[in-house]
T-cell receptor, first 114, second 115 residues
């Protein structure tokens, strides 16, 4: 059974700092990994999607890496801003052909202080 | 259109009421999902529809009844709910099968309170 772990559970940083969020998974037979952002009481916003054959994806100040063999992904946020404050979730999708189960980590709650 | 639209955004219902949650997408996705999320927890899968047919039911109580009338719509019918069913209900969709770009798109959710 796939298990996804996110470290740290919570993180508080001053504005402008670069930071790294970590995600690890136990079964390397994944199809892709997706990073989401969730604001309190809101839905999930997709940030980056990495296919299993890819090593990294970038969008603006965000960079996500994937090391499938070691079961790890990182989300790098450059020059953090108060608007980045949210919960960040990583989720892995298995290699199934039908509609499939995402396995989520417990999330990292990020606070960026002005 | 790259969105999943959920209605209503908020719902308060009594334990004897019948209500429905609605979800709509026009991205041509043929897999649609219902998730339940409690505070400070990740989403939990409830149901998966694949080509408008129910393919996964995660042992959800029968007071939750899903329906997929067509490839763009997904409903969740609610009846005789309990206070512990209060949660954020999220709808999601994705392309069917192992295709490039097979990420999930989530809606903004329905905040359900059962009184």
């Amino acid at each position: 059974k796939q298990e996804v772990t996110q470290i740290p559970a919570a993180l508080s940083v001053p504005e402008g700092e670069n930071l790294v969020l970590n995600c690890s998974f136990t079964d390397s037979a994944i199809y892709n990994l997706q990073w989401f952002r969730q604001d309190p009481g809101k839905g999930l916003t997709s940030l980056l999607l990495i296919q299993s054959s890819q090593r990294e994806q970038t969008s603006g100040r965000l960079n996500a890496s994937l090391d499938k063999s070691s079961g790890r992904s990182t989300l790098y946020i450059a020059a953090s801003q108060p608007g980045d404050s949210a919960t960040y979730l990583c989720a892995v999708r298995p290699r199934e052909t039908s509609g499939s189960r995402l396995t989520f980590g417990e999330g990292t709650q990020l606070t960026v202080n002005p | 259109d790259t969105e999943v639209t959920q209605t209503p955004k908020h719902l308060v219902m009594g334990m004897t009421n019948k209500k429905s949650l609605k979800c709509e997408q026009h991205m041509g996705h043929r897999a649609m999902y219902w998730y339940k999320q409690k505070a400070k927890k990740p989403p939990e899968l409830m149901f998966v529809y694949s080509y408008e047919k129910l393919s996964i039911n995660e042992s959800v109580p029968s007071r939750f009844s899903p329906e997929c009338p067509n490839s763009s719509l997904l409903n969740l019918h609610l009846h005789a709910l309990q206070p512990e069913d209060s949660a954020l209900y999220l709808c999601a969709s994705s392309r069917q099968g192992l295709v490039v770009g097979g990420g999930y798109t989530f809606g903004s959710g329905t905040r359900l309170t059962v009184v």
